[in-house]
């Protein structure tokens, strides 16, 4: 009996050092901000964008120049931001991570509506831009049906979505625990 307490007892504080990792390698933060904002997605999905864009680095900015927590090129946010009506934006309020959350997913609202909800092709505009994925879609070698894509060309790209997947799994059991103490 001695020996089974001490073997629970291990397996526990095994579980619980696992979780805590788990939990350090995929914060959630801004939380309230992407729920203000999700409209038709899902927090655990905009949670893995975030995350891989930028690991929740506000300050993030890329070698091609993409800002902030989601990455967003200036001219994107720009557009975007003039299309949600935001009359007062200016190039630095990208750095503030509720513009920021807001534009991106906002953004990401609206490549779902215009690619019917295929998330995939969602997330392969938002890092590879629009004018790709639409030439993608019209290549009968990248697409059969002009509507899927049956092959990603850029293996970055390709390893992003794979990568976006795997957060959001990670991220729907971190928000149902988190939801379940609640």
Request: hydrophobic share 50%; aromatic share 10%.
């Amino acid at each position: 009996m001695k020996k089974f307490l001490i073997f629970l007892t291990i397996a526990i504080l095994c579980v619980i050092a696992m979780f805590m990792a788990v939990r350090m390698r995929f914060p959630i933060r801004y939380l309230e901000i992407i729920e203000a904002n999700a409209g038709e997605l899902e927090t655990s999905f905009i949670l893995a964008v975030i995350m891989a864009e930028s690991s929740f680095n506000s300050q993030a900015e890329s070698h091609a120049g993409a800002q902030g927590l989601m990455q967003l090129m200036p001219p994107t946010a720009a557009d975007i931001a003039a299309r949600m009506g935001m009359t007062d934006f200016e190039p630095e309020h990208v750095w503030d991570p509720e513009v920021n959350i807001a534009i991106g997913v906002f953004y990401l609202n609206w490549l779902k509506n215009r690619y019917n909800g295929n998330l995939d092709l969602v997330l392969a505009a938002y890092n590879a831009g629009l004018g790709r994925v639409d030439s993608w879609l019209a290549d009968p070698e990248l697409s059969e049906n002009g509507v899927t894509l049956d092959v990603i060309p850029f293996p970055e790209t390709y390893n992003y979505l794979n990568r976006i997947r795997q957060f959001q799994r990670v991220y729907r059991v971190l928000l149902a625990l988190r939801r379940g103490r609640s």
